[in-house]
């Protein structure tokens, strides 16, 4: 009878988990469907997974994890609300700060830094966290715009057009600027005028452990350093090494569903884009007109994402900043717009946070796109 009774539990709680990875199963029967009606030469498959970036995002799980089990973010918190004395303040100081990451560290890191030190201040106060989450997803797509090591559309542009780093930043400059001007703002309007409350028995800014939070962070800053000589792989395994013999606790409670699900999402997506039919829709569209060029790359990005739109188009294309404003553009929008916007729900992990995202990003791209595309005539 006690198996019976645990029975409908059991099924509830397999049924939470896969409603919880919806986006892996969608993404996965997509791939699998598509390796069987249009089987590719194993080198494809290897060339889609994109190994690199896979391994660059499990380090940073890794590294990130040890920072969080340290009890640094929590002590960093505890700063960080010291120097703010509204929502609206703080929440400015959180977009700022993602924003200003996002250009040097790259959008997918900055998020890795900011989403657990939002976390813990939401725990400590009255801070709005989803709300806040999602103005982060927006302020890493508005900040990483500007800088060509900002995000790997940037980054593949930058280096295909062989551009001067300071020429590529200042022709993203009008599109970056409205991009973040319109973030900030509705940062002010949207959140709350409320002074900060503070829970006194939630407050906890004690580092646990030291050394832990030292060569975590060590360990990050090494990451970040081996991805920009293209040396991920090395750094991953080097980090699940380290931390499978002196950490072993933190590795079990990294998220590992979510390098499966952008595993899934690279090789569905990566397969679907060189389909005959879609290359054969592009060939009828003429990129040389910057209109079209600017509609199809933003439409593309909500299709498959705007790294995956930017390798579509790459070739089909003279002008990549005209490209590069695009698909940074198509960022907004659908959460699949944007990698970083899968990113920043995940690691936040709060209900109803995909809903939230649709009911902000979706009108902000609207207003956003016609007013970056004047901008970048105007000024670029």
């Not at 559309?153 to 551009?163: K, T």
């Not at 829970?199 to 081996?226: C, N």
């Not at 090789?267 to 509609?295: K, N, S, T, V």
Request: hydrophobic share 55%; proline share 6%.
């Amino acid at each position: 009878m006690r198996d019976a009774d645990a029975s409908p539990a059991t099924s509830s709680s397999w049924m939470q988990k896969l409603q919880a990875e919806w986006l892996l199963l969608l993404f996965g029967a997509l791939t699998i469907a598509l390796a069987l009606l249009d089987p590719q030469p194993l080198a494809k498959y290897q060339r889609w997974l994109q190994l690199p970036t896979l391994a660059g995002l499990m380090g940073l799980l890794i590294a990130i994890q040890g920072i969080r089990d340290s009890g640094l973010v929590q002590h960093a918190a505890v700063a960080v609300i010291a120097r703010a004395h509204s929502l609206r303040s703080l929440g400015l100081l959180l977009v700022t700060a993602t924003a200003l990451l996002s250009m040097v560290l790259t959008n997918d890191v900055s998020l890795f830094l900011i989403v657990p030190l939002t976390l813990a201040i939401g725990g400590m106060s009255n801070l709005p966290v989803l709300r806040m989450v999602v103005l982060e997803a927006l302020a890493v797509n508005a900040g990483s715009t500007l800088s060509p090591i900002g995000n790997p559309q940037n980054l593949l542009l930058w280096q295909h057009s062989s551009m001067p780093f300071l020429h590529f930043t200042l022709a993203m400059l009008p599109a970056a600027a409205v991009m973040y001007t319109l973030v900030a703002a509705f940062t002010w309007l949207w959140l709350p005028r409320d002074r900060i409350e503070l829970a006194p028995e939630k407050i906890d800014g004690q580092v646990t452990s030291g050394r832990l939070g030292v060569w975590s962070t060590a360990a990050l800053a090494g990451m970040v350093l081996l991805m920009e000589y293209h040396r991920a792989p090395l750094g991953a395994a080097l980090l699940l090494v380290l931390f499978a013999l002196l950490a072993r606790s933190s590795l079990a409670r990294i998220d590992w569903l979510l390098l499966l699900t952008f595993a899934a999402i690279f090789l569905g997506l990566g397969h679907f884009a060189e389909l005959p039919l879609i290359r054969h829709g592009l060939d009828q569209l003429d990129f040389r007109q910057p209109p079209i060029l600017y509609a199809s790359g933003i439409i593309i990005s909500q299709l498959i994402s705007n790294v995956p739109a930017t390798v579509l188009l790459l070739d089909r294309t003279p002008d990549a900043i005209a490209l590069a404003v695009a698909v940074n553009v198509g960022g907004f929008g659908l959460a699949i717009g944007s990698l970083a916007n899968l990113i920043a729900l995940r690691l936040a992990k709060q209900p109803g946070g995909l809903r939230l995202l649709h009911l902000v990003s979706i009108p902000f791209l609207l207003i956003c796109a016609p007013l970056v595309y004047l901008a970048w005539c105007w000024l670029g």
